[in-house]
Structure formats: C-alpha cells, structure tokens
C-alpha cells in the first residue's frame, strides 16, 4: 500500500528491501512514516530530526540495533512490533512518558517470554495456568459456556490507546499488541479501539468487540504446555441486514494461531450467514511448548474501508477462549488461589455444620439454641426467626413440595435473594439421620449440576436446611406434573438434562475427593434452575463409597421403580446401582412416561409430545445409554464418565442386548414388589407397611421411598 498524503508518508506491505534512507528522518514537516510489513533491515538513525513526527509504524521488518531515544518522545506513537532490535530494559520502555509504545516482538526471538514481555527482565513464571478467557472490547462478564458451566470473562475495554497499543494483565497473564492507525478517520487521538452495539438479541459477549487498523495479536503467557482447544468469539457488528448503506460493508481478514495461518480472507458475516449474529469458531488441538500461545489477526488489505463510514476495516474479535484440552480448567494462579481459598471456606462450613449436628444429636445444643441471637447469614447457620421471616411462618402459599421426611418451602431473605427451605422431623430417628447425612454430604461436595447447600437451623425441635432456590422446581414435575404445570421440554432441553444429571453423578463417583453413592436418584430429586439446567438434590440417603470394597453391605433404602435389582433384593450396594437409577430417569426424560420400559423400537419411546422435532440419531443414542444404564449385571453397565462421553458423541454407545424382563429373576423378583406395592396403594392404605423385608414409607412422590 502505497499512499502519500500531506506530511505522512505510507509504504505499508509494498515489498521494500534495504534499509531506511536518512534524509526520510530530517523531514521537518513530516508527522507519519508508516513502512510496516516490509523487508527493511539495518539500524535506525540515532539521531531524528523530524520535529513534528507523531506517528512511526516499523512493525514487520527485520529492524536491528539499538531504538534511539529520540524518536519516544511524549505525546508519539510508535509501533517496533516483530523487529529485531536489541532493547535495554526500561530505558526504552518509558513508562514515564505519555506514549504509546509497542514494544511486542521488536527484539531477537531467541528468549520467547522476552519478545512477549519486553518491559519485564528476567522474568519467571510463579504459576502456570491451563486456561483463560477474555472478553475482547468489553468488560468483566460471566458468560455460560457449552456446558451451562458459568465462566468468568475478563475485558479489556477500559483499556485506553489503540494506535502502537502494547496492553498487559500482570494478574491473569495475558494482554495484546495493536498495530496501526485509522488514517482516514480524522481522529488523532484513538483513544480507544474498542466498538459496541447499543441494542440487539446477541447476549452481552457479542455485543462488544476489539478492533484494529492492521494487527492484533492476542497472546497468552504462563500456560502449562501441552495441547489446547482455542475457542473464537464472532459478531459483525459494524454492519446491518437490510438493503441500506450500511449492509454493504465487508470485513476481510486473516488468522493465524502459533504464527500458522488458519483461516485467510475471514469474512465474519459470510461465516455466520449475516450481520450481528454471534459465530463460534474453534481451533483444536493447539501445541504449547514454550509456555506461550499467540492468536494474530491480520488485515491484508481487502474487502470495504469506508463503508459505511470511514475506518470499518480491519480484523474484529468479540471474545477468546482457551482451554487444555486434557486437564481440568484452574485459570492459573489466581483462580488457583481462589479454590484453595474456598475449599478452606467450604471445608470450614462442612466442619462447623457437622459439629453443629453432633452437638444438637447430644442434646447439647437444645434449649440454648432458642435463646441465641439472630447471626450472620454468611455464616451458614440461621436462626428460626429469619426463617420463619424468610417463609412467612412457613405459610402454606409458600410450600412448593414434599420430601420423603417433610416439606419444602419457599423462602425470601433480606437481601432479596430466594431460597428453598426443607423441614425435616426432628421426631423421627430417620428425619434425624437424614439431616446428619445431608449436612455432612452435600456441604462438602459442590459441582454446576448439584444443588447448593446454604446453610441450616437447628433450633428447639426444628430441623431446617436452606437450599439454593431452583426456579422450575422438580424434573418430575416438569414430565409428570398436572397438565397445566407441567414445562415444555423441547429435545435439545431433554438431552442436556440428561447430560447435566450424568455430569453430577460422575462428580460423585469418580471426581470428587469423597467417593459418593446417592442411592435416591430419580426424577423427583433433580431440580430444574431457571434455565433448565438439572441439579441432583437430596442426599439424605447418600452413602461413602468404600473404594477399597468391592460393595456395601447395607439397609436398602431408595424409591422402587429406580433401584437396581443386585440392591433391592440382596442390598449389595455399588456406584452402579446410580447407574441403574440413571438409566430409569434417561428413559422417562426421552418418553415422558414414568418408569418406562423400551419397545423394540426406540422411535416408538420417545414421547408424543415432542413430535417432529427429535433428533433422530440423538433419540437412538439416548434410548440406548437408558437401557445400557439399566442391564441387569451391573459389571455391564457403564461408569457415569463413560455415560458423560457417550451422550456428549465422543464415544460410541455399544449394542445393547435386552433381557426379557418375564424370564429374568431378578426383573421378575423386583415386578412383584412393584405389584404388591402398587395393590397395597389402591386399597387405601398406602402409609401401611407392606410384609415382605421391604419397609415402604409414605411419600407423595412418584414411586414408593424406602426408608
């Protein structure tokens, strides 16, 4: 590009070999020379007489030498990115002048952090991280990723200066280099190369983005090696859908990750079929071996400049991504240091309920406790009074269901947030271990896809917990509930419940510090938030998975209908018995039916409801992970990581072989049951025991609990 305006001259990618004839720094009225991406080698002239010089772009040659301090004076942009130059440290950075001054990649490659950190001597990372995220333009925001999961995006769109920008977080260890200038945008400042859309359907992420006249290279430092899944954030936002001026802009340009060129002539809205609609593009598979990633976007000079106003070029980029592609995500040394932090918090919380249990099983506690004042709620403990405040005396408007051992109440604290409050009898002895295994289980154990536990009361002959408060209420509520409370699940909904239920239970049995068998899984014990996402509650009847057993022997407890045959009959108690339980809840969720059985054909299961709109092949899927859930030998039924895996489609799900469930015994063995179960019902006297060795509790839920 070769342009040649009053007091600038640009001879920007035009090939040029050699070095930078003297007399171009003696030009007294010269106030740009833009000769970037270039082949200019040499040393610069140690002495610049050009007085009125504002603006030097030198960024993509083969540069040497020393940078003359002549040329960083206040007020000047200067860009020497990708250069060869040999610095002196903070000499040359400057920090104590108003200039911009890129400095990234302006000296030999042969110190990799260097050439990223040019301002910093000697450095050393203290932390490595496996993953980050930014929000390109924009500000601090959570944003829901592919798997529900909340991640925190940091922005940098308070950052200030756009031409020769060289832009560093210290704290989360990553930043960008900008290169260029709009010239023709009669703005001289470029304080800010930032853009943002007023109103729209996009979601926050989409809706601000980074730009640049030429390059912007993102780069990423203090990263484990390894391999990495690069995630890229697209809206054109500059451009409209309709037939008016401002449709006709195009913005072309090119990527390359790791200096490989990945994508040439990038045109977001083709990409994404039209204007300001968001377009996710990833990039698997990226080696890191220096501890450096560096993701560059590149404008090669096509597509509109002016259209439709003056400066719509150059690369555009919303949001960026960058996650390990085998180890888990601990964004590095901060977050590292925010989980050890809240793991000692949730450990305290864990240790002070539990205490607090033993002390009111003692009787320790009782009749002292009335007599204390209202505490913190931070604390994880609340007194009566606050809840009673909370659920308006526990007032029946405010009950939204019934547990196996008592109610479950709405509840509004003080700073506006809302809450579900479970009663349990202090009465009963099974209320009472209840509560104990609750408090002890779920308040050590946190994951996207189980309900949080708040905190408790603990107060006379009350026994309350205090749960984080689930919008859509139970997913059996959701399929079964009366017709005009019930939720339209769509199919993708379905999956991802059940998607989100597997990812709970595989947390459980294989992630989690304790090793946990929920023994309760089923429809009425995953919750629904307010948007869909599925958390398993109740773990009142959790048991600790003895790793080094081969089963529990233990006292059946659980809903028929959802437990394993090897448990129900012989109490034989193993992970895979949540298996089975799962594989129950799979089959309800695809027919809308409960406790279902597969037919021949997995099409004639999937509910009638949902009509044309299933995913035929996620349909076969889903049928068959359900009955590989439930096969009737537990060592032939998957771990929940594999369950995970399989409904994600990064493993197949292998052929399923039904067994009859008429000349099975054990099938036959739990049918009776069911059958008795069901008779005992119908006759009116439900809250009956029934004589077999199985106690059956009253429940107003599906099924029949077991205590």
Not at 66 to 95: A, E, H, M, W
Not at 341 to 360: D, S
Request: hydrophobic residues 35%; charged residues 20%.
């Amino acid at each position: 590009m070769l342009i040649r305006l009053t007091n600038s001259r640009v001879l920007r990618n035009c090939n040029i070999f050699g070095e930078i004839p003297a007399y171009i720094w003696s030009m007294k009225n010269l106030t740009m020379l833009d000769v970037s991406f270039n082949k200019l080698v040499g040393e610069l002239s140690s002495t610049i007489g050009a007085e009125r010089l504002k603006f030097v772009f030198l960024t993509g040659n083969l540069l040497s030498g020393n940078v003359p301090q002549s040329i960083l004076r206040d007020g000047n942009s200067v860009d020497l990115s990708y250069n060869n130059f040999t610095l002196k440290g903070p000499l040359d950075c400057q920090d104590n002048l108003n200039l911009n001054l890129n400095l990234y990649r302006s000296s030999s490659k042969e110190n990799n952090s260097m050439g990223i950190l040019p301002c910093l001597k000697n450095f050393k990372c203290s932390r490595y991280s496996k993953c980050m995220h930014v929000n390109c333009g924009g500000g601090d925001i959570t944003f829901k990723d592919e798997n529900n999961t909340k991640v925190l995006y940091e922005g940098d769109g308070a950052v200030e200066g756009g031409t020769a920008k060289y832009y560093r977080n210290d704290r989360s260890m990553w930043g960008f280099s900008s290169t260029g200038d709009f010239m023709d945008d009669y703005d001289l400042q470029n304080t800010r190369y930032s853009i943002s859309l007023a109103s729209s359907n996009l979601s926050e992420l989409y809706t601000t983005a980074r730009i640049s006249p030429i390059s912007l290279t993102y780069f990423f430092y203090c990263l484990e090696n390894g391999s990495y899944t690069i995630t890229l954030h697209f809206a054109e936002i500059k451009f409209t859908n309709d037939k008016g001026y401002s449709s006709l802009g195009r913005r072309i340009f090119d990527i390359y990750v790791q200096e490989i060129l990945v994508w040439k002539d990038f045109n977001i809205e083709d990409e994404a079929g039209m204007a300001q609609k968001k377009l996710v593009k990833q990039v698997p598979n990226v080696n890191v071996t220096s501890n450096v990633l560096e993701i560059r976007f590149y404008w090669a000079g096509k597509g509109t400049t002016r259209t439709p106003e003056r400066g719509d070029y150059g690369p555009l980029i919303s949001a960026i991504s960058v996650v390990s592609y085998l180890k888990p995500c601990t964004n590095g040394g901060n977050a590292r240091t925010i989980y050890i932090v809240a793991g000692v918090a949730v450990g305290a919380l864990c240790l002070t309920l539990f205490i607090l249990a033993i002390l009111w099983w003692k009787g320790l506690l009782r009749g002292k406790r009335g007599r204390q004042k209202g505490r913190d709620m931070q604390t994880g403990t609340f007194t009566l009074k606050q809840i009673k405040v909370a659920t308006d005396d526990f007032d029946p408007s405010n009950k939204i269901g019934e547990g196996g051992f008592g109610p479950v109440y709405k509840g509004h604290l003080p700073d506006g947030s809302l809450v579900a409050v479970k009663q349990l009898s202090s009465n009963s002895r099974q209320g009472n271990r209840e509560f104990l295994n609750e408090m002890g289980m779920i308040s050590c154990v946190q994951h996207p896809n189980l309900v949080k536990l708040h905190g408790c009361c603990i107060e006379g002959d009350q026994l309350l917990l205090v749960y984080e408060y689930m919008e859509n209420n139970s997913l059996a509520g959701a399929l079964f509930g009366r017709e005009n409370h019930r939720i339209k699940l769509d199919w993708p909904t379905r999956l991802n419940i059940c998607t989100g239920i597997a990812r709970g239970l595989a947390f459980l049995h294989e992630e989690s510090r304790l090793k946990i068998v929920h023994r309760d899984i089923k429809a009425t014990n995953v919750l629904l938030d307010g948007d869909l996402n599925p958390k398993i509650s109740d773990f009142g009847l959790a048991k600790l998975d003895e790793e080094e057993k081969t089963h529990i022997s233990t006292r059946v407890a659980g809903t028929i209908g959802y437990m394993a045959p090897e448990y129900a009959l012989w109490g034989r108690l193993t992970y895979k018995a949540d298996v089975y339980s799962f594989g129950v809840v799979v089959l309800e969720v695809v027919s809308g039916k409960k406790n279902s059985y597969a037919p021949s054909d997995s099409c004639e299961l999937v509910d009638e409801r949902l009509r044309y709109e299933v995913n035929g092949q996620e349909a076969e899927v889903m049928v068959k992970v359900g009955l590989l859930c439930t096969n009737a030998s537990p060592s032939l039924r998957p771990t929940m990581s594999e369950v995970v895996s399989m409904l994600e489609g990064r493993t197949p799900v292998p052929d399923v072989a039904v067994p009859e469930a008429s000349t099975h015994l054990m099938f036959k063995a739990m049918r009776d049951v069911h059958d008795r179960s069901q008779k005992q019902s119908l006759g009116g006297s439900q809250s009956q025991n029934v004589t077999t060795n199985i106690t059956f509790c009253s429940s107003s839920t599906p099924g029949h609990d077991l205590n």
